[in-house]
Protein backbone atom coordinates (compact mmCIF):
# COMPACT_ATOMS: atom_id res chain seq x y z
CA UNK A 1 0.00 0.00 0.00
CA UNK A 2 2.80 2.46 0.93
CA UNK A 3 4.33 2.04 -2.54
CA UNK A 4 0.75 2.62 -4.35
CA UNK A 5 0.47 5.92 -1.84
CA UNK A 6 4.16 7.08 -3.11
CA UNK A 7 3.34 6.25 -6.13
CA UNK A 8 0.67 8.32 -6.26
CA UNK A 9 1.67 11.48 -4.86
CA UNK A 10 4.77 11.17 -7.16
CA UNK A 11 2.68 12.16 -9.57
CA UNK A 12 1.60 15.15 -8.36
CA UNK A 13 5.25 17.24 -8.76
CA UNK A 14 5.57 15.45 -12.22
CA UNK A 15 2.08 17.23 -13.50
CA UNK A 16 3.17 20.68 -11.62
CA UNK A 17 5.87 20.77 -14.77
CA UNK A 18 2.46 20.57 -16.99
CA UNK A 19 0.25 18.62 -18.65
CA UNK A 20 1.37 14.76 -19.42
CA UNK A 21 -0.37 12.09 -21.13
CA UNK A 22 -0.71 8.45 -19.40
CA UNK A 23 2.27 7.32 -21.49
CA UNK A 24 4.94 9.84 -20.05
CA UNK A 25 3.41 9.31 -16.48
CA UNK A 26 3.85 5.44 -16.96
CA UNK A 27 7.42 6.07 -18.07
CA UNK A 28 8.28 8.69 -15.26
CA UNK A 29 7.14 6.06 -12.73
CA UNK A 30 8.80 3.49 -14.01
CA UNK A 31 5.06 1.67 -14.16
CA UNK A 32 3.27 -0.41 -16.76
CA UNK A 33 0.46 2.44 -18.27
CA UNK A 34 -2.38 0.11 -16.56
CA UNK A 35 -0.64 0.95 -13.40
CA UNK A 36 -0.54 4.54 -14.64
CA UNK A 37 -3.96 4.56 -15.49
CA UNK A 38 -5.74 3.42 -12.10
CA UNK A 39 -3.57 5.53 -10.05
CA UNK A 40 -4.64 8.85 -12.63
CA UNK A 41 -8.33 7.43 -12.14
CA UNK A 42 -8.03 7.46 -8.27
CA UNK A 43 -6.21 11.03 -8.40
CA UNK A 44 -8.75 12.32 -10.90
CA UNK A 45 -11.77 10.92 -8.53
CA UNK A 46 -10.45 12.81 -5.88
CA UNK A 47 -10.21 16.30 -7.87
CA UNK A 48 -6.30 15.81 -7.36
CA UNK A 49 -6.10 15.78 -11.03
CA UNK A 50 -7.95 16.35 -14.47
CA UNK A 51 -8.25 15.19 -17.66
CA UNK A 52 -8.17 17.49 -20.39
CA UNK A 53 -9.92 16.72 -24.02
CA UNK A 54 -6.53 16.10 -25.33
CA UNK A 55 -6.39 13.20 -23.30
CA UNK A 56 -3.38 14.52 -21.23
CA UNK A 57 -3.06 14.84 -17.08
CA UNK A 58 -3.50 17.83 -15.15
CA UNK A 59 -3.46 19.16 -11.87
CA UNK A 60 -7.09 19.44 -10.41
CA UNK A 61 -8.96 22.17 -8.90
CA UNK A 62 -9.73 20.59 -5.76
CA UNK A 63 -5.37 20.33 -5.16
CA UNK A 64 -5.18 24.09 -5.39
CA UNK A 65 -8.44 24.47 -3.31
CA UNK A 66 -7.04 22.61 -0.28
CA UNK A 67 -3.26 24.43 -0.80
CA UNK A 68 -5.53 27.50 -0.47
CA UNK A 69 -7.52 26.97 2.13
CA UNK A 70 -4.07 25.50 4.18
CA UNK A 71 -2.12 28.52 3.63
CA UNK A 72 -4.89 30.96 4.94
CA UNK A 73 -5.14 28.25 7.82
CA UNK A 74 -1.10 28.87 8.90
CA UNK A 75 -1.11 31.31 11.45
CA UNK A 76 2.53 32.26 11.78
CA UNK A 77 2.22 34.14 14.87
CA UNK A 78 1.72 30.27 16.86
CA UNK A 79 4.52 29.46 14.28
CA UNK A 80 6.81 31.50 15.26
CA UNK A 81 6.35 32.31 18.87
CA UNK A 82 8.27 29.30 20.84
CA UNK A 83 11.33 30.40 18.35
CA UNK A 84 11.33 33.53 19.31
CA UNK A 85 11.23 32.37 23.21
CA UNK A 86 14.64 30.25 22.47
CA UNK A 87 15.54 32.99 20.21
CA UNK A 88 15.47 35.44 23.69
CA UNK A 89 16.28 33.00 25.86
CA UNK A 90 19.82 33.00 24.26
CA UNK A 91 20.33 36.28 23.37
CA UNK A 92 18.46 38.10 26.87
CA UNK A 93 17.30 41.01 24.29
CA UNK A 94 14.20 42.41 23.12
CA UNK A 95 12.49 39.81 20.43
CA UNK A 96 9.80 41.31 17.40
CA UNK A 97 7.61 39.32 15.04
CA UNK A 98 6.43 41.57 12.46
CA UNK A 99 3.95 41.71 9.36
CA UNK A 100 2.98 43.96 6.64
CA UNK A 101 -0.51 44.89 6.41
CA UNK A 102 -2.35 47.06 4.57
CA UNK A 103 0.43 49.79 3.93
CA UNK A 104 1.71 49.07 7.55
CA UNK A 105 4.03 47.22 9.35
CA UNK A 106 2.67 45.85 12.80
CA UNK A 107 4.61 43.83 15.31
CA UNK A 108 2.71 40.63 15.83
CA UNK A 109 4.43 39.31 18.92
CA UNK A 110 6.64 40.65 21.51
CA UNK A 111 8.81 38.76 23.91
CA UNK A 112 10.65 41.00 26.56
CA UNK A 113 14.13 41.53 27.33
CA UNK A 114 15.82 40.20 30.34
CA UNK A 115 17.75 43.66 31.31
CA UNK A 116 16.41 46.27 33.21
CA UNK A 117 15.95 48.66 30.30
CA UNK A 118 13.67 47.58 28.15
CA UNK A 119 11.77 49.28 24.57
CA UNK A 120 8.82 51.05 24.11
CA UNK A 121 6.60 48.72 21.53
CA UNK A 122 3.19 47.04 21.65
CA UNK A 123 2.07 44.40 20.10
CA UNK A 124 -0.51 45.84 17.22
CA UNK A 125 1.37 49.02 17.10
CA UNK A 126 2.57 50.06 13.74
CA UNK A 127 6.33 50.54 13.41
CA UNK A 128 8.06 53.55 11.79
CA UNK A 129 8.32 52.18 8.31
CA UNK A 130 10.91 54.02 6.81
CA UNK A 131 13.60 53.47 9.07
CA UNK A 132 13.01 50.11 10.72
CA UNK A 133 14.44 46.99 10.41
CA UNK A 134 11.67 44.26 10.03
CA UNK A 135 10.18 47.50 7.77
CA UNK A 136 12.84 47.46 5.56
CA UNK A 137 12.84 43.46 5.49
CA UNK A 138 9.05 43.09 4.52
CA UNK A 139 9.05 46.10 2.23
CA UNK A 140 12.16 44.52 0.30
CA UNK A 141 10.23 41.76 -0.01
CA UNK A 142 7.61 42.84 -2.28
CA UNK A 143 7.52 43.17 -6.42
CA UNK A 144 9.76 45.84 -7.36
CA UNK A 145 7.02 47.75 -8.78
CA UNK A 146 4.99 47.89 -5.68
CA UNK A 147 8.13 48.12 -3.53
CA UNK A 148 8.62 51.43 -6.15
CA UNK A 149 5.17 52.74 -5.60
CA UNK A 150 4.72 52.02 -2.02
CA UNK A 151 8.63 54.12 -1.01
CA UNK A 152 7.37 57.00 -3.23
CA UNK A 153 4.29 57.34 -1.44
CA UNK A 154 5.87 57.48 2.46
CA UNK A 155 6.65 60.39 4.21
CA UNK A 156 10.48 60.50 5.65
CA UNK A 157 10.31 61.73 8.95
CA UNK A 158 13.84 63.07 10.38
CA UNK A 159 13.51 60.99 14.12
CA UNK A 160 17.06 61.37 14.04
CA UNK A 161 19.97 62.29 12.00
CA UNK A 162 20.24 58.78 10.73
CA UNK A 163 17.02 58.15 9.71
CA UNK A 164 15.99 57.87 6.26
CA UNK A 165 16.11 60.89 4.39
CA UNK A 166 13.75 60.05 0.82
CA UNK A 167 12.63 57.53 -1.12
CA UNK A 168 15.78 57.55 -2.77
CA UNK A 169 17.85 56.75 -0.30
CA UNK A 170 14.91 54.14 1.40
CA UNK A 171 15.09 52.18 -2.29
CA UNK A 172 18.98 51.77 -2.22
CA UNK A 173 18.85 50.31 1.31
CA UNK A 174 15.92 48.17 -0.08
CA UNK A 175 17.56 47.03 -2.02
CA UNK A 176 20.68 45.90 -0.76
CA UNK A 177 18.32 44.55 2.31
CA UNK A 178 17.45 42.03 -0.28
CA UNK A 179 20.77 41.59 -1.77
CA UNK A 180 21.82 40.90 1.14
CA UNK A 181 18.95 39.07 3.37
CA UNK A 182 19.29 41.13 6.71
CA UNK A 183 18.69 44.59 8.07
CA UNK A 184 19.63 46.90 10.00
CA UNK A 185 18.51 50.07 12.07
CA UNK A 186 21.09 51.59 14.16
CA UNK A 187 19.69 55.08 15.78
CA UNK A 188 17.45 55.66 12.86
CA UNK A 189 14.39 55.79 14.99
CA UNK A 190 15.60 56.23 18.57
CA UNK A 191 19.33 57.43 18.71
CA UNK A 192 19.97 54.61 21.83
CA UNK A 193 18.30 51.93 20.27
CA UNK A 194 19.66 49.57 17.87
CA UNK A 195 18.10 46.73 15.93
CA UNK A 196 18.86 43.50 13.63
CA UNK A 197 16.39 41.63 11.41
CA UNK A 198 15.94 38.65 9.10
CA UNK A 199 13.00 37.73 6.67
CA UNK A 200 10.75 34.55 7.09
CA UNK A 201 9.69 32.97 4.44
CA UNK A 202 6.41 31.37 3.38
CA UNK A 203 5.75 28.53 0.57
CA UNK A 204 6.17 30.32 -2.31
CA UNK A 205 9.41 32.46 -1.47
CA UNK A 206 7.91 35.39 -0.37
CA UNK A 207 8.73 37.11 2.78
CA UNK A 208 5.37 36.95 4.86
CA UNK A 209 7.03 37.90 8.24
CA UNK A 210 10.06 39.82 9.97
CA UNK A 211 12.06 38.99 13.29
CA UNK A 212 14.17 40.97 14.70
CA UNK A 213 16.65 41.30 17.71
CA UNK A 214 16.48 45.15 19.13
CA UNK A 215 18.51 46.46 22.62
CA UNK A 216 19.57 49.76 24.00
CA UNK A 217 23.03 50.87 23.03
CA UNK A 218 23.63 51.02 27.01
CA UNK A 219 23.15 47.72 27.25
CA UNK A 220 24.86 46.30 23.71
CA UNK A 221 27.02 47.99 21.65
CA UNK A 222 25.85 48.29 17.68
CA UNK A 223 28.78 45.54 16.95
CA UNK A 224 27.86 43.23 19.61
CA UNK A 225 24.33 43.21 18.50
CA UNK A 226 25.55 42.52 14.47
CA UNK A 227 27.41 39.36 15.93
CA UNK A 228 24.00 37.63 16.71
CA UNK A 229 23.09 37.83 13.60
CA UNK A 230 24.18 34.85 12.55
CA UNK A 231 21.80 33.07 15.77
CA UNK A 232 18.71 35.40 14.53
CA UNK A 233 18.94 34.53 10.75
CA UNK A 234 19.14 30.75 11.93
CA UNK A 235 15.62 31.36 14.08
CA UNK A 236 14.14 33.10 11.15
CA UNK A 237 14.69 30.11 8.79
CA UNK A 238 13.73 27.71 11.88
CA UNK A 239 10.20 29.62 11.18
CA UNK A 240 9.78 29.55 7.89
CA UNK A 241 10.47 25.91 7.54
CA UNK A 242 8.16 25.46 10.55
CA UNK A 243 5.45 27.51 8.88
CA UNK A 244 6.11 25.95 5.17
CA UNK A 245 6.52 22.47 6.52
CA UNK A 246 9.26 21.58 5.45
CA UNK A 247 12.85 20.55 7.17
CA UNK A 248 15.39 23.33 8.28
CA UNK A 249 18.73 22.80 7.02
CA UNK A 250 20.97 21.11 9.76
CA UNK A 251 22.17 24.82 10.76
CA UNK A 252 18.55 26.29 11.32
CA UNK A 253 17.86 25.20 14.51
CA UNK A 254 18.01 27.63 17.29
CA UNK A 255 20.81 26.36 19.97
CA UNK A 256 24.07 27.96 21.60
CA UNK A 257 27.01 27.05 20.36
CA UNK A 258 30.04 26.33 22.31
Not at 110 to 138: C, D, F, H, N, Q
Not at 225 to 247: F, M, V, Y
Request: charged share 20%.
Amino acid sequence: MSQTVDRALSILPLLAEGPANLEQVAQRLGVHKSTALRLLRTLHAHGMVHRQQDQRYRLGARLFALAQQAAEGLDIRETAHPHLVALNELCGHTVHLAVYEEGEVVYIDKIESRYPVRMYSRIGKPVAITVAAVAKLLLAGLPEPERRSVAERLDYPAYTSRSTPNAAAYLKELAAVREQGWATDFGGHEESINCIGAPVHGVDGRVVAACSISAPNVVVTADDLRALLPLLRRTAEAISADHCGTTPAPNSRTEVTE
